[in-house]
């Protein structure tokens, strides 16, 4: 039996986790984390019967306390709460399905505990890969990436160990504003941004998705899963989301993973590799798709990317204040508080204004979001 503990259960990797467990009769869940949702939380405990429930707001903790006190479950709440979850004693694999850069230190807590990682959250690697990196290695846990691109790398990787990465093509689908000018986009509304031509996905990565920025929290991402430099890996649009991503070798050999655009598919894989399961859902119809097509990203119109590739570089603080500075951003454009084009511009001037701290510890790595929260704030 496969006892799993997931963070962030009510988002979309989330439910889809739990999809995933349902489909899968040799599958546990042990403990569920959400934010605010107690009322789809409270039908995933009363379905799945986890030990420990954790929700963020401690308000909304009681409520569920009362909710399911007919249950044999442990409720919890705030970040003592959420590393109760990520370390909680019967699980083996943690999905950091939660948000931002709160997943830094349970993952961390998961880790030194001994369990494996199922990587959804991003921003763990983004802000704290030299950190997180060298204690997989130490503690002999093993990361098994949950995005679609960095699952797919992971996929080409097998039975390639030990042969050197020439590049990685990152594939993207180019967002729903594929093609527009900066003038098209000074419009923009977050119900245009919401609408992904080919995902169904958070909130906030479908709005990172369509400024590129998250493609670029991904090259940063696949610098640290993947041991390779920022310049060795390639964004690529490939706007039929088909070709998930694609690893070129030392010889020139391209091996490429594809598939119809499922979460569900890299999140099984995650939890049962090294194995591969039969998946209910469309498969893919080459003859009906009639032919893959392939552009270059536009580095004027989506300036985030080019940021995300200067911040990557920097290293030590400045991917976290890239990344601070983006959710930061994003909160206020989907609260409609600022233009779309202003999300870009909060990013270039939190970097522009940060002076590095070379190979920061987690306190200091969270120093600096608030530092950055607090100049945005007081910038703009």
């Known amino acids: 039996m496969k006892k799993i503990a997931i963070l962030g259960s009510t988002g ?25 949702n107690i009322a789809l939380l409270e039908n995933q405990i009363r379905r799945f019967h986890p030990s420990l429930a954790c929700v963020w707001d401690p308000e909304k903790a009681a409520e569920l306390r009362v909710a399911v006190h007919d249950l044999d479950v442990k409720v919890v709440s705030g970040m003592e709460g959420l590393l109760e979850a990520a370390t909680e004693p019967q699980s083996e694999i943690l999905v950091t399905a939660i948000v931002g850069m709160i997943g830094i230190r349970p993952t ?12 959804a959250n991003k921003e763990t690697l983004v802000t704290a890969g030299h950190l997180i990196m060298p204690l997989s290695r130490e503690k002999k846990v093993r990361i ?8 797919a790398i992971f996929q080409c990787l097998q039975g390639n160990e030990g042969n ?14 594929r093609g527009w000018s900066r003038a098209q986009l000074a419009a923009v509304r977050p119900e245009d941004a919401l609408k992904h031509p080919n995902w169904s996905m958070g909130r906030k990565i479908t709005i990172d998705s ?11 991402e696949a610098h640290w899963l993947f041991d390779v430099t920022i310049d060795q890996v390639e964004v690529v649009i490939q706007p039929q ?6 690893v070129e070798f030392a010889d020139g050999a391209v091996m490429a993973q594809l598939g119809t655009p499922d979460m569900k598919l890299p999140i099984q894989y995650a939890l049962c590799y090294p194995n591969r399961r039969d998946l209910p859902g ?6 009906a798709l009639g032919s893959i097509t392939f552009e270059k990203p536009d580095p004027e119109t989506f300036r985030g990317l080019g940021l995300a590739l200067e911040a990557g570089r920097r290293g030590g603080t400045m991917p976290t204040v890239f990344n601070a500075a983006n959710e930061y951003a994003v909160a206020k454009f989907l609260k409609k508080e600022i233009p779309y084009l202003t999300i870009v511009e909060m990013i270039e001037a939190a970097m522009s204004h940060h002076t590095v701290t070379e190979h920061p510890d987690v306190e200091q790595i969270l120093a600096a979001e608030r530092e950055t929260e607090e100049y945005i704030r007081s910038a703009f």
């Not at 369509?210 to 940063?220: A, D, H, P, R």
């Not at 989301?241 to 694609?246: A, T």
């Open 144 to 151: 098994l990436p949950v995005d679609s691109e960095h699952s």
């Open 210 to 220: 369509s400024t590129m920025v998250n493609k670029g929290l991904e090259v940063m």
């Open 108 to 119: 961390i807590a998961a880790m030194e505990a001994g369990k494996d990682i199922a990587l």
């Open 241 to 246: 989301s088909v070709i998930h991503s694609m």
């Open 12 to 36: 979309s990797i989330g439910t889809q986790t739990l999809e995933v467990v349902e489909n899968n009769s040799d599958m546990q869940v042990t403990a569920l984390a959400a934010g605010s």
């Open 164 to 177: 050197p990465i020439h590049k990685i093509l990152l594939t993207a689908s180019g967002g729903p504003f």
């Open 282 to 287: 469309a498969r893919l119809d080459f003859a």
